[in-house]
């Protein structure tokens, strides 16, 4: 395994680096190994730091067990794709708080950009067993791959129907990948990594705790083009997901139950609220054709373009984008631009043919 990657692997198991500081730390020291070795002076100075966090840091560093987490993912069989490898999906490294390492049994694929994630209640009555079930196999029949949780219930009956249409599916965790949960899934998580991939942001031997699950519910969403709701109740943890669909950009889809419907209530409060409604596969892929498009890369002639045709500020803001995609959530904490200005510098940036804008607010170089 590279020096690289075993640092990613080194920071991600500090406890007091989740993945908003991974990312505060990469952009101030440059690379994963000067965090590493950085004293608790150099890291208290960076904003978000502070003295505290910064002395736990380098003490909690320190009881990292790294070699015994090597060896567990090689027994395992599991690869780790971090935030600086090619395979990292592009649609995930778009979102806020991107998790800096994937720990990954099979293999993800350049087309898993055209994907849906599939969620809902784990006490999923027939009806919505049957409609994930539809949907699943109609959404891998068309050549987007199923993103679920593993989770019983709708997210079981996603991923299977995926897998009976011979599609590709992704199943995230909230717990270690070498941690059998629900255990009744064994055999589904085995045909997963046939068909796709099983992956966690949490290292080897991780518990599936309570609150492990928010996190992994912002991966499923941010995987995909957009989540679709199939059956849920009013308080479901389902809707942790979607609100992490909506702040990433991402479209919201709703299966539409019975009124009298405890399992429907959740779903039909959603289409109230402005998920779009659907009753087949066709009302999804209308939705995001022309994403799916652009996502396809259709070759346009390159047009030459001149920096210095920019303004100071549409300089300055081109410059923090540099060559990796950049959420303008970042380009705002890292210019001392309002939000309102900052769209607008996008919006002339965009029209001068200089950036390109991908789902959830993320902007790229043309």
């Not at 009881?63 to 600086?84: M, P, Q, Y």
């Amino acid at each position: 395994m590279e020096k690289r990657t075993i640092s990613y692997l080194t920071l991600n198991m500090v406890p007091d680096i989740g993945p908003v500081r991974f990312q505060t730390l990469l952009n101030y020291f440059g690379n994963v190994e000067d965090i590493l070795v950085a004293n608790a002076a150099d890291l208290a100075q960076i904003k978000g730091i502070g003295e505290k966090i910064a002395q736990e840091i380098v003490e909690k560093r320190g009881d990292v067990r790294i070699d015994e987490e090597l060896k567990k993912i090689d027994a395992a069989s599991v690869r780790v794709i971090t935030l600086e490898d090619e395979e990292y999906p592009l649609n995930l490294k778009s979102i806020w708080a991107a998790p800096p390492a994937l720990y990954t049994k099979g293999c993800l694929k350049e087309e898993d950009r055209l994907s849906i994630s599939m969620v809902g209640t784990r006490s999923a009555s027939f009806y919505g067993r049957r409609m994930a079930d539809n949907f699943a196999q109609d959404l891998a029949r068309a050549g987007l791959t199923v993103v679920s949780g593993l989770a019983r219930g709708i997210d079981t009956a996603s991923h299977l129907g995926a897998i009976s249409a011979n599609g590709r599916t992704i199943a995230v965790l909230g717990c270690g990948v070498d941690i059998m949960y629900p255990p009744e899934n064994k055999r589904l998580f085995e045909q997963i990594v046939q068909h796709g991939a099983v992956l966690s942001e949490f290292p080897m031997g991780t518990m599936p705790e309570k609150f492990n699950f928010p996190r992994r519910n912002r991966i499923i969403s941010g995987l995909a083009l957009g989540t679709l709701v199939v059956e849920a109740s009013i308080r479901s943890g389902t809707f942790i997901t979607t609100e992490y669909a909506l702040e990433q950009g991402r479209d919201v889809f709703a299966v539409p139950g019975c009124i009298d419907s405890r399992l429907s209530a959740g779903t039909n409060h959603l289409i109230q609220q402005g998920a779009k409604l659907v009753t087949c596969v066709e009302d999804i892929l209308e939705e995001i054709g022309l994403l799916v498009t652009t996502l396809k890369q259709i070759a346009i002639p390159e047009k030459k373009k001149d920096i210095n045709e920019l303004l100071g500020t549409e300089k300055q803001v081109y410059s923090l984008i540099g060559d990796k995609p950049q959420q303008i959530d970042y380009l705002i904490y890292n210019s001392d631009i309002s939000a309102g200005q900052m769209a607008s510098i996008l919006l002339q940036l965009e029209l001068k043919g200089f950036v390109r804008q991908l789902p959830g607010k993320v902007f790229v170089r043309e």
